[in-house]
Structures are given as structure tokens and as C-alpha cells.
């Protein structure tokens, strides 16, 4: 396996770990914020479609917000280059998704332009440094590990509000 087939699978996992944890994402706990905090399922749901997207975009890839329509769809109170790093509370709470499988669709399709877009990564491609405002500066391969890591964080953060007792 190489490393680029390496990272077609980690670019599949987050929207394999939704899967996993599917069945137990009813509508009423998209949006609900476990011992108040600002960050609801909705939100880190948003938040990993979006990060991979725009990143992804950023190095070169195609972003599926504005293509496919996406932004319009959400109709949330953010900019269109929005993706919620560094949300303020206020921010992060106003994301408000009453429709899980816009959730879904938007992950599936950005899983989808993320694995065409590394299908033409080369080994060379994944070595070039694409920030050099860090020590060591990040290359293209690093930024994508960085990236899909974070994601599963978020969906593992998902999978834990979805096992608290809610009531119903």
C-alpha cells in the first residue's frame, strides 16, 4: 500500500465513523449542547464537512460548498468561507441544523471530492510544503493527515454526545 492509498482511507473514515454512529442521530439531539457548550453535533457535523472542504480546496482540490450548492442549502447565519475555526460561543451555537441528512449528504460529498482529488496525488505531490508559517514547515501530505485527524475528533465528539443519557 502506498501512501497515497493510505490517505484515500483515512479521507473515508470520518464519514465511516457517522455511519457507525448513524442510527442513534435523531433530529432531537443534532442540536443539542451538553452541559452548555457551544459545540452541538450539528455544529462539529458543519465544522468537519467544512474544514476538510475548505482545505482540501485550498490545495488545490475542488470545494463542494459553493458547487453543489450546499451553502445555500445549510442557510446558515455564516460567510460563505466560513467553516467554524475559531467560532466565538455565540458563533458556534447560532449553527443551527434541523435536517440530518443535509449532514450527511454534504460529508459524503466532500469524502467523494476528496478521494478524487488524491487519487492524482503523486509521493512528490505529497511532499511539497504548503505552509512555511510553521517549524517544520507543513507539506501537502502532513496537512492532509492533519486535516481527516481532526475530522474523526470531531465525529468521535459526536459519538460521545450520542451515548450520554438525553432526555427524551
Known sequence: ????????????????????????LGDELLNVHPGGHPNSPAWLLWHSG??????????GGPEVWNSQGFFVRFGLPV??????????????AAIVV??????RD???AVTEASLDY????????LDEVVDRNWDPPVTRGVR??????DALEHLGQVAYVLGMPHPH
Do not use: C, F, K
Not at 144 to 149: F, H, K, P, R, T
Open 98 to 103: 434541523d435536517d440530518r441528512d443535509l449532514l
Open 50 to 59: 467544512r474544514e476538510i472542504d475548505q482545505q482540501v480546496a485550498d490545495l
Open 144 to 149: 492532509l493527515v492533519s486535516v481527516y485527524a
Open 79 to 92: 460567510a460563505v468561507d466560513e467553516h467554524g475555526y475559531g467560532h466565538s460561543a455565540e458563533q458556534a
Open 118 to 125: 488524491l487519487g492524482g496525488l503523486s509521493e512528490a505531490d
Open 1 to 24: 500500500m502506498n501512501t497515497t492509498e493510505l490517505l484515500r482511507d483515512l479521507a473515508a473514515r470520518p464519514l465511516g465513523a457517522l455511519d457507525l454512529i448513524w442510527d442513534r
Open 106 to 108: 454534504y460529508l459524503a
